[in-house]
């Protein structure tokens, strides 16, 4: 099973910017696409955005769409996803997350693979 590892968390004030870091260990057929899920205390893990590796194909949430941005390194098995203008409400652990499939899935429970999760917190 590949291994997922997130890093690039931290504390930033409102408005700033952070970029988290998804590393896997192999490119295989289960990281076909490659999610980010995030989940505050006491709530639902989100979804945030996917990206294609095949063909670098991006989704991502609606809460996030203007302000958040995925990407990917195909040599380094890596991807990015880069958070700008954060709010005291995208405060949460993020997670990355694979899946076998190339479609487009926001539900966590079609991702096989997990990080163990990085925290972000925002100050307002």
């Known amino acids: 099973q590949v291994k997922l590892v997130e890093s690039g968390g931290g504390l930033v004030q409102a408005g700033g910017s952070l970029r988290l870091t998804c590393t896997a260990s192999?490119?295989?057929?289960?990281?076909?696409?490659m999610g980010w899920f995030r989940q505050a205390p006491g709530k639902e893990r989100d979804f945030v955005g996917c990206?294609?590796?095949?063909?670098?194909?991006?989704n991502v949430a609606d809460s996030v769409r203007g302000r958040f941005t995925i990407s990917r390194d195909d040599a380094k098995n890596t991807v990015y996803l880069q958070m700008n203008s954060l709010k005291a409400e995208d405060t949460a652990v993020y997670y990355c997350?694979?899946?076998?499939?190339?479609?487009?899935?926001?539900?966590?429970?079609?991702?096989?693979?997990w990080g163990q999760g990085t925290q972000v917190t925002v100050s307002a």
């Open positions: 192999a490119h295989t057929f289960s990281t076909r696409t």
């Open positions: 997350a694979s899946r076998g499939s190339r479609w487009f899935s926001a539900r966590a429970a079609d991702y096989g693979s």
């Open positions: 990206i294609t590796w095949s063909d670098g194909t991006t």
